[in-house]
């Protein structure tokens, strides 16, 4: 025959095992087993700890109302500890804190939202995902994200129109906390400033004259300042500059740049405008006139200089010995050309983490640095040096 105690436990635990793992079913549970032990007589804590182990594996993943269970406390001081709220004994914090670990008991971000009034989300609109600078940005904000335990809600915009109208309402749907807009084209940041959104917006791009924006970004104009100070310091005086799409933002930073400095030395500011592709820098290198008129070029990306390479390899022009060439982005192939590609490195990581001190405060209504740039860095490698004569 069962024994009495032995009997208050199944039925109790029965009742748990019922649960479905609805909010409703647990506290409904949870009351019942607590009615029936009471009904039947005091159960030793063991016993308890025996449900909540029994609750526990019945759905497979621990609810707040375990922990609760299992700790002896209600599930709104369980709420209270994972929330670090204060008005509660310290004991009965680092219990609680025990039970969560036992259990491995991990709070849903819509609970800490309900509790906290955020949703410790950020969303990301990203526009040409696919190209090395704004991929990089995202998987940098990312990181500085998880970093800080928020989640990123993305959005890629397919460059067709409504995209961007698209993005904002199922970045709205997620109840993003703010929004972090890699914006490299002009036509993706007039998509920000048509559609204000009710969170804090953060802007990645080098945007220049606008005070109502809070702008991050890596300072583009800087990098090109750095590659013309290089070049001329060697001794160069005819260069060309093989610039990016000017509808791009970091592109047109980069030009704009370029003719000041070049400006600044009297030299003429030779340039043509590219696509980013290799292929491009390849058709430049193989057959531009230009080429045979000037002894650097720097391009704007380090996939035109990959292509510039072979294009001049085919022209009978060797790199650095009859002219220099420099890029941009320090791309992790750029290190293995021939020769290596003396270029300019972006801090991708300092972006992104600037980015979301920004949106926290904003999200904190402390002021925010409207303005805020990272500079790059010179990385000299092999194909860059004093100009020769040509034979």
């Known amino acids: 025959m069962e024994r009495p105690e ?27 087993a607590r009615r029936r032990v009471d009904v039947a007589g005091p159960v030793d804590p063991t016993d308890w700890n025996s449900m909540a182990r029994d609750a526990v594996s019945s759905r497979g993943r621990p609810s707040i109302y375990d922990v609760a269970l299992r700790a002896g406390v209600s599930h709104m001081t369980v709420s209270r500890v994972i929330n670090d709220q204060p008005n509660i004994r310290e004991s009965t914090r680092q219990h609680v804190k ?25 969303g990301v609109m990203v526009d040409a995902a ?31 129109e409504g995209s961007a109208r698209e993005g904002f309402a199922d970045l709205a749907g997620h109840g993003v906390d703010a929004v972090c807009m890699i ?15 009710d969170v804090p917006t953060i802007v990645i791009g080098d945007v220049e004259g606008d005070p109502s924006l809070i702008t991050v ?8 300042a750095l590659v013309a100070e290089h070049l001329t310091g060697l001794g160069h005086r005819s260069l060309l500059h093989l610039a990016g799409p000017l ?3 970091d592109a047109k930073a980069r030009e704009r740049s370029w003719r000041r400095e070049m400006d600044a030395r009297g030299l003429a500011p030779h340039m043509v405008v590219g696509d980013w592709t290799s292929d491009f820098g390849y058709d430049v290198g193989a057959r531009h006139p230009l080429v045979e008129s000037v002894s650097a070029i720097f391009a704007s990306n380090d996939q035109m200089a990959l292509g510039l390479l072979h294009g001049l390899s085919t022209r009978g022009l060797r790199v650095p010995e009859h002219i220099a060439v420099v890029g941009y982005d320090d791309a992790p192939e750029s290190r293995h050309l021939l020769p290596p590609l003396t270029t300019v490195r972006q801090d991708f990581g300092a972006v992104g983490t600037a980015a979301l001190r920004a949106v926290f405060d904003a999200l904190d209504r402390q002021p925010v640095e409207p303005r805020q740039r990272v500079r790059p860095e010179l990385i000299v490698r092999s194909s860059s040096a004093p100009p020769a004569e040509r034979a």
């Open 6 to 32: 032995v009997a208050r436990r199944r039925q109790a635990s029965h009742g748990l095992r019922r649960c479905k793992g609805g909010i409703y079913d647990v506290v409904k549970y949870h009351r019942l």
């Open 98 to 122: 025990r039970v969560i670990a036992e259990l491995g008991y991990q709070p849903s971000s819509v609970a800490r939202a309900l509790a906290s009034r955020h949703s410790r989300s950020i």
């Open 130 to 160: 696919d190209h090395y600078g704004p991929k990089n940005t995202l998987l940098a904000i990312e990181r500085a994200a998880r970093e800080t335990g928020y989640t990123v809600a993305t959005f890629s915009m397919s460059g067709e």
């Open 183 to 197: 914006a490299p084209r002009m036509s993706s940041l007039a998509a920000v400033i048509s559609a204000p959104l």
């Open 217 to 224: 970004a890596v300072d583009q104009g800087y990098g090109a």
């Open 247 to 249: 509808d791009w933002i």
